[in-house]
């Protein structure tokens, strides 16, 4: 996006202005990456230091090197993926399976009145009911197995991909339905080539929730009665006090969701590449 802005910014000016501004935009670009990495090195250093001179108890909370060296060595014999492989996929199905269901009911509930009434109070009750809060219950109902893992992540996940579903298409530009109109475009066809484009973004907003809520709610289902999983793993490190290994789990949580962030971030601009 940064590089269509730069284009259209330059597009005005001759050869020299034009290698100029790129410059001056690839400088600003590079400054910004390095801020953030500038900040993360800041943060790794406080974490290796702040132990090491005594501050905190180094038991509970070890210097980043051997946080680090616990990682490598759970990469190396196996364990940390095998728990990474059981989180991935359960998040992601759980994910994938309230977008499917939500972004359509979430079309249908904006277009329609009919099924908008009668389908709002029913999802208000439970959209007002606590992901985790229902855990137990899709522990007696489904047993502790995969699928109430995967259910409550689709649960936690469906709302808000829902809510930005219905945001977006209720919220159209209404110049934009009545010049679909006069051109002659009937209902499908204004819904696939106006009304969903121009929810894309808002739409997308939803699911970067979701897909934050998919990894935090997993995390918290697998503490309690899961054999595999970084939730499982955090939990059992900590009950057998194995503390860099817990913070290396804890670590490997955290890569995982800035991973599935910018994916989205990344996939989001792939779908609405025609904006500004």
Same mark, same amino acid.
């Given at each position: 996006?940064?590089?269509?802005?730069?284009?259209?910014?330059?597009?005005?000016?001759?050869?020299?202005?034009?290698?100029?501004?790129?410059?001056?935009?690839?400088?600003?670009?590079?400054?910004?990456?390095?801020?953030?990495?500038?900040?993360?090195?800041?943060?790794?250093?406080?974490?290796?230091?702040?132990?090491?001179?005594?501050?905190?108890?180094?038991?509970?909370?070890?210097?980043?090197?051997?946080?680090?060296?616990?990682?490598?060595?759970?990469?190396?014999?196996?364990?940390?993926?095998?728990?990474?492989?059981?989180?991935?996929?359960?998040?992601?199905?759980?994910?994938?399976?309230?977008?499917?269901?939500?972004?359509?009911?979430?079309?249908?509930?904006?277009?329609? #009145?009919?099924? +908008?009434? !009668?389908?709002?109070? =029913?999802?208000?009750? &439970? @959209?007002?009911?606590?992901?985790? *809060?229902?855990? /137990?219950?899709?522990?007696?109902?489904?047993?502790?197995?995969?699928?109430?893992?995967?259910?409550?992540?689709?649960?936690?996940?469906?709302?808000?991909?829902?809510?930005?579903?219905?945001?977006?298409?209720?919220?159209?530009?209404?110049?934009?339905? #009545?010049?679909? +109109?006069? !051109?002659?475009?009937? =209902?499908?066809?204004? &819904? @696939?080539?106006?009304?969903?484009? *121009?929810?894309? /973004?808002?739409?997308?907003?939803?699911?970067?929730?979701?897909?934050?809520?998919?990894?935090?709610?997993?995390?918290?289902?697998?503490?309690?009665?899961?054999?595999?999983?970084?939730?499982?793993?955090?939990?059992?490190?900590?009950?057998?006090?194995?503390?860099?290994?817990?913070?290396?789990?804890?670590?490997?949580?955290?890569?995982?969701?800035?991973?599935?962030?910018?994916?989205?971030?990344?996939?989001?601009?792939?779908?609405?590449?025609?904006?500004?």
């Amino acid at each position: 996006m940064p590089s269509a802005i730069a284009e259209r910014t330059t597009s005005g000016l001759n050869p020299r202005q034009a290698s100029s501004a790129r410059v001056v935009a690839s400088t600003a670009r590079l400054g910004r990456i390095g801020r953030g990495v500038l900040g993360v090195l800041i943060l790794a250093l406080v974490w290796e230091v702040v132990p090491q001179l005594g501050l905190i108890n180094d038991y509970f909370l070890p210097p980043l090197h051997k946080v680090l060296a616990a990682w490598w060595e759970m990469l190396g014999n196996g364990e940390l993926l095998r728990n990474l492989r059981a989180s991935v996929v359960r998040s992601v199905a759980g994910f994938s399976l309230a977008t499917a269901v939500a972004i359509p009911t979430g079309v249908a509930i904006a277009w329609y #009145r009919p099924v +908008r009434e !009668l389908l709002t109070a =029913p999802l208000e009750v &439970f @959209r007002n009911t606590a992901a985790l *809060a229902l855990l /137990p219950a899709f522990s007696l109902i489904l047993g502790i197995g995969e699928t109430s893992k995967i259910a409550i992540v689709t649960y936690a996940c469906f709302f808000p991909v829902l809510l930005s579903t219905v945001s977006g298409v209720a919220t159209v530009d209404q110049q934009l339905l #009545r010049s679909a +109109r006069v !051109l002659g475009l009937g =209902p499908v066809a204004t &819904f @696939r080539k106006v009304v969903f484009p *121009a929810a894309v /973004p808002t739409i997308f907003t939803g699911i970067r929730i979701s897909g934050a809520a998919a990894i935090l709610v997993l995390i918290a289902a697998e503490l309690v009665g899961a054999t595999a999983g970084l939730g499982f793993l955090i939990n059992y490190t900590q009950l057998n006090f194995l503390i860099p290994q817990m913070y290396a789990a804890i670590l490997t949580t955290t890569l995982l969701g800035l991973a599935v962030t910018y994916g989205l971030v990344a996939l989001e601009r792939r779908f609405s590449r025609w904006r500004a």
